[in-house]
C-alpha cells in the first residue's frame, strides 16, 4: 500500500535531456522506479539512458502507458509541461521545479483541480513509496519499507528526519514533501485523509515550518476527523519576524502571525506530539507505537 | 519586487483606468505652470508615506517649487527622495478601495472591495472586516463583468459607480495578470463630480516572472552588506542576533540547526541557506559572507548530502580555512571523502546535528 504512488506507477519525465532530468531519472530507475518514457519537444525518437524518448506526453502514453509525470523542465515553461501532463490524464504530477512565477502556479491548479489531479510541488523534493516506487529526488539509501506516513513542508529536513526515524527501525509508508513555492499542489489535510485510508500507515510525521497557517489548519482537521498518532515538528522556532527564511513561504508576519509557536500550540491542543528536535522524533514514535 | 507610484499609474492608464493628470521631476525647477492646485508626492518605496510628511500639497508655481525643493531635502523613513510625482489635486467626495490579491491558500485571486478607502485601510480590514467584500477569481477564466458587479453592489455603490467601479476592477483584473503582479491595490480610488479616479497604488511584481518582465530591478530592500551580497551569490541569508553563524543546504534544516542551537543555549548569528546542490565556490561564498559579520564566536555546518554532495562542501571550507572555530557536521551523499578530506585538514567533524549544535555552543571564542 502506501499512498499517491505504488508498483504500478508508469513515469514519463519531462526534461529529461536536461542535466538534471538525466541524473534524476537514472537515479530513480536505480532505485526501482518504472521509468518508461522521457519528453522533450523535439528530441522525440532519442533515448537517455535507455529510456525512449518523446515530443509530446500524450505520445509518451500512447506508447508506453505512462500514468504518473514529473517534470524539471526550467520554470518559464513549466505552465505548459504541467498543463500538459494534465490533459494527458498522468496523476500525479509531480513539479521538481522551483520559483516557477505564481500567476501560472494558480491556472495550473485551477486545471488540477477540474480534472482531479493531483499535483506535488512546485519546488518538491517528491515523493516515494519505498520499496515500490519514488517520483523524485531524494536520496536513495536512507528510506526503508514500513508503517510511517511522512509529510513535509521541507526537502533537506525530510530527509534528516528520515534518516533518523530509520535508524531508530522505523520504515515508511510514503514520503514526500509539500513544495516550497507560494503555491502548491496537495496541502497537509489532503495528505491526513489519504494515510488514514492507508491500511499499512500506522502513524504519521508532519514537518511544517514558520509562516501562513497551513499547520493550524491541519491541527483542526486531525482533531475533529484523524484518528492514527501524528508525531510533528516546526522549524523556525529562532525566526525573527518579517524575515522570508529561504523558502517563499517561510515569513512570521510583521503582525506576529505565523510562528512557530502558534502552530505548535495548535498541534499540542489537537493532541499531536511535537518533537523540539529532529533527533527526539524516533523516541517520540516508539511511545506513540509500542 | 515593489512599483513606484508614478510606475503603477502608468500601468493604470496603459489599462484605461482613470488617473490624474501627472508627470515625474527629478528637480524642482521642472515644475511646470500651476493651472489648478497640485499634490507633489516623493517617489520613495514605503507605506504610510503621507504620514512621513511625504506628500505636500501647493496653490500655484512658486508655492510648488518651494514643496519640491523642501521634499528632496527630505528623509522618508529612511530614504532619500529622488523622484516627485505632481499630479492635480482632485475634488474628493469619497475615498474607496479595490484590489486583487494572490490568495496563497486558496490557490488563486482575490478581489476585494470597501467604501471605506484610504490611509486607514488596514484598521478598517481588521476592525470591520463586515465592510471589505471580497471574491475568489477563477484564474482561468479571469474576473467576469457580473462578477465585479456582484462585489461593487454588495458593498452599497449605486448607478453610474456602481458601473464605474465594476469596469475599474476589470481593467485592475487584466493589469494584474499582463504584469505578473502579487498584490495590486487601488487605494485610494477617489469619487469626485467626474467620476472615479486611481489617486495611489500598490502594485507588486512577483519576482519568480520577473524574466518575462520589462521593469528596471529595483533597489534591494534587503538591509544589510551581508545580506545583499548573499543576494549576488544567490544565497539564502537572513542576520540575526547572536553569535554562532550557521550554514547549510535547504531552507527547512538550516532553520531546524538554528533551533537546535538555541536549545543548547547558543544564539544564532544567522541562516544561511546554500541551496540544493551546492559546490565548493558556494561554500567559500558562504564562508565569506558569515566571516564579514562582526562578533562571530563560531560556525557550525549542517550538510546533509541529497544531491549537494559532501566533498564538494569539505574542498570549499578547506579552500576558505575559515579563522573563527568551525564545527561540521556531515552526512549523505559522498559522505566518507568529506569527512576524511576535513580530519585531515584539522576540522571538527561530528556524525549527529545534536552534537554538532552542541559543539557549535562549546567551540566559541
Redesign the interface.
Known amino acids: 500500500m502506501g499512498i499517491i504512488i505504488d508498483e504500478d506507477t508508469k513515469v514519463v519525465v519531462q526534461g529529461i535531456t536536461g542535466q538534471q532530468g538525466k541524473f534524476h531519472s537514472e537515479y530513480m530507475k536505480e532505485y526501482g522506479t518504472d521509468i518508461v518514457a522521457g519528453v522533450t519537444p523535439g528530441k522525440g525518437g532519442k533515448e537517455v539512458n535507455g529510456v525512449p524518448v518523446f515530443n509530446t506526453v500524450e505520445r509518451a502514453k500512447e506508447e508506453t502507458g505512462a500514468n504518473a509525470s514529473i517534470i524539471f523542465v526550467p520554470a518559464p515553461f513549466s505552465k505548459d509541461a504541467a498543463l500538459e501532463a494534465i490533459d494527458a490524464g498522468m496523476d500525479p504530477v509531480v513539479i521538481i521545479t522551483e520559483s516557477i512565477p505564481v500567476q501560472d502556479t494558480a491556472k495550473v491548479m485551477r486545471m488540477a483541480e477540474l480534472s482531479g489531479t493531483t499535483i506535488i510541488g512546485p519546488n518538491t523534493p517528491g515523493i516515494i513509496t519505498p520499496g515500490k516506487s519514488k517520483v523524485g529526488i531524494m536520496p536513495n539509501h536512507i528510506f526503508k519499507e514500513g508503517n510511517v506516513g511522512l509529510v513535509s513542508r521541507s526537502g533537506t529536513l525530510t530527509y534528516e528526519i528520515v534518516n533518523t526515524i530509520t535508524k531508530n527501525g522505523f520504515g515508511q509508508s510514503t514520503a514526500f514533501g509539500l513544495g516550497g513555492d507560494p503555491i502548491v499542489g496537495m496541502d497537509f489535510i489532503d495528505a491526513f485523509k489519504l494515510y488514514e485510508e492507508d491500511q499499512e500507515t500506522e502513524a504519521v510525521i508532519m514537518i511544517g515550518e514558520i509562516g501562513g497557517s497551513a499547520e493550524e489548519k491541519a491541527a483542526q482537521f486531525i482533531e475533529e476527523s484523524y484518528s492514527k498518532p501524528v508525531v510533528a515538528y516546526i522549524a523556525g522556532r529562532t525566526a525573527p519576524k518579517g524575515k522570508r527564511m529561504g523558502h517563499a513561504g517561510a515569513i512570521v508576519s510583521e503582525g506576529g502571525t505565523g510562528t512557530a509557536e502558534s502552530k505548535i500550540k495548535a498541534l499540542e491542543d489537537a493532541g499531536v506530539s511535537v518533537a523540539r528536535m529532529p533527533t527526539e522524533i524516533g523516541e517520540i514514535l516508539k511511545e506513540e507505537l509500542f | 519586487m515593489k512599483l513606484q507610484e508614478y510606475q503603477a499609474a502608468d500601468i493604470f492608464e496603459d489599462q484605461g483606468i482613470p488617473v490624474a493628470k501627472r508627470y515625474l521631476i527629478e528637480k524642482p525647477e521642472e515644475i511646470k505652470k500651476v493651472e489648478r492646485p497640485v499634490v507633489l508626492k516623493s517617489q520613495v518605496r514605503v507605506g504610510k508615506r503621507g504620514k512621513a510628511g511625504g506628500i505636500l500639497f501647493a496653490e500655484d508655481r512658486k508655492e510648488a517649487v518651494e514643496k519640491a525643493e523642501e521634499l528632496f531635502g527630505k528623509n522618508i523613513r529612511g530614504l532619500e527622495v529622488e523622484k516627485i510625482l505632481v499630479a492635480e489635486k482632485a475634488e474628493i467626495r469619497n475615498e474607496y478601495y479595490v484590489g486583487l490579491v494572490?490568495d496563497?491558500?486558496n490557490?488563486?485571486?482575490t478581489l476585494i472591495m470597501t467604501t471605506e478607502g484610504g490611509v486607514n485601510i488596514e484598521e478598517v480590514a481588521e476592525k470591520h472586516p463586515d465592510k471589505m467584500a471580497k471574491r475568489k477569481i477563477?484564474?482561468?477564466k479571469g474576473l467576469k463583468g457580473y462578477e465585479a458587479l456582484h462585489l461593487a453592489d454588495s458593498i452599497g455603490l449605486e448607478g453610474k459607480e456602481l458601473s464605474e467601479m465594476a469596469k475599474v476592477a476589470q481593467k485592475l483584473y487584466k493589469a494584474f495578470?499582463k504584469y505578473?503582479a502579487?498584490l495590486a491595490e487601488i487605494n485610494p480610488l477617489v469619487s469626485t463630480p467626474d467620476g472615479l479616479l486611481a489617486i495611489d497604488a500598490v502594485f507588486n511584481i512577483?519576482d519568480?516572472?520577473l524574466?518575462?518582465q520589462n521593469f528596471e530591478k529595483s533597489e534591494s530592500k534587503l538591509v544589510t552588506d551581508r545580506e545583499k551580497r548573499a543576494d549576488e551569490y544567490g544565497l539564502?541569508y537572513?542576520d540575526?542576533e547572536g553569535d554562532i553563524a550557521i550554514i547549510?543546504?535547504?531552507?527547512?534544516?538550516?532553520?531546524?540547526s538554528?533551533?537546535?542551537?538555541?536549545?543548547f543555549g547558543g544564539e544564532?548569528a544567522c541562516?544561511l541557506?546554500l541551496g540544493?546542490g551546492a559546490d565548493a565556490d558556494d561554500t567559500k561564498h558562504a564562508l565569506e559572507i558569515v566571516s564579514m559579520k562582526e562578533g562571530i564566536k563560531s560556525i557550525y555546518l549542517n550538510i546533509?548530502?541529497?544531491?549537494t554532495q559532501c566533498d564538494k562542501i569539505a574542498q570549499g571550507i578547506i579552500d576558505f580555512e575559515p579563522e573563527k572555530p568551525t564545527v561540521i557536521r556531515m552526512?549523505?551523499?559522498n559522505e566518507e571523502k568529506g569527512k576524511e578530506m576535513l580530519e585531515e585538514a584539522g576540522y571538527d567533524v561530528v556524525d549527529?546535528?545534536?552534537e554538532g549544535a552542541k559543539r557549535a555552543v562549546e567551540i566559541r571564542v
Not at chain 2, 304 to 307: A, D, K, L, Q, S
Open positions: 494572490m496563497r491558500e490557490k488563486r485571486p477563477d484564474p482561468v495578470e505578473d502579487e512577483d519568480n516572472a524574466f518575462r539564502a537572513v540575526l547549510g543546504p535547504g531552507a527547512g534544516l538550516v532553520m531546524a538554528l533551533d537546535s542551537v538555541a536549545e544564532p541562516f541557506d540544493g546533509f548530502g541529497g544531491i552526512l549523505g551523499t549527529g546535528m545534536d
